[in-house]
């Protein structure tokens, strides 16, 4: 969940595409740009404190979610928490799932780890790195119940298209990641991105719509602040709820 949108500096990305197409080697095209934004003194307090009890390393070894956890509860994944506000309130809302966060936003994961504490939170964890890189390396094959994706950048114009998130191959993976039944949720207030996702996760190997068309909102996801703007300036909310197969 993004509270504003970043516009990539034109010159810089076609100064980074002649580089990858000059020196022949494929470097992955991120879905997120990091953005300049500040801490808190709360954030930042949090950050330094709490970083080493609720956040998991990044690298190449398979994550042991029984060991993290202490149990051997479902995993539910959240690619993008934003300030982590809604991913709070549904890990304290069901203690029976364990939770990991993605985010690569530092303030957003100081705050989430604020909540974290505030909320006596025994089942979530935080990851602050490429969500993509997460999934490939550190997730096994069948090992996730869950997959939110909540209000992701859309990437309005047709030349980031390649960023979005909600597309193959990348919904490739997350099936592959996905237990048998298990679900993606993903919600937007951009309908275009609505619209594209849709044929996306329609196309996806693997994966059925849940419902015929548009899923019906979820009573126990929370609105955000992010989410109200949206409904303030007339925008559709679109939620999409795809299973395994």
Known sequence: MKDEMIEIDENNENESEKIRKSDGIHREIHTF??????????ERKAYEELHDDFCLAYNEEKLDF???????NPVTVEIGFGMGKATAIIAENNPQIN???IEVHKPG?????GEIRDRGLKNLRIIEHDAMEVLKNQLEDSSVSAFHIFFP???QKKRHFKRRLVQRPRTDLMTQKLVKGGYLYFVTDWLPYAEFGMEELSATEGLKNKYEGYAPHQEWRPETRFEQ??????RVISELMFEKI
Do not use: C
């Open 153 to 155: 950048d859309p990437w």
């Open 229 to 234: 703007k949206g409904i303030d300036a007339n």
């Open 99 to 101: 939770y990991i966060g």
């Open 66 to 72: 029984e060991k993290i956890f202490g149990n051997k």
């Open 33 to 42: 740009v990091l953005r300049q934004g500040h801490f808190t003194a709360s």
């Open 109 to 113: 994961v100081g705050k989430l780890l």
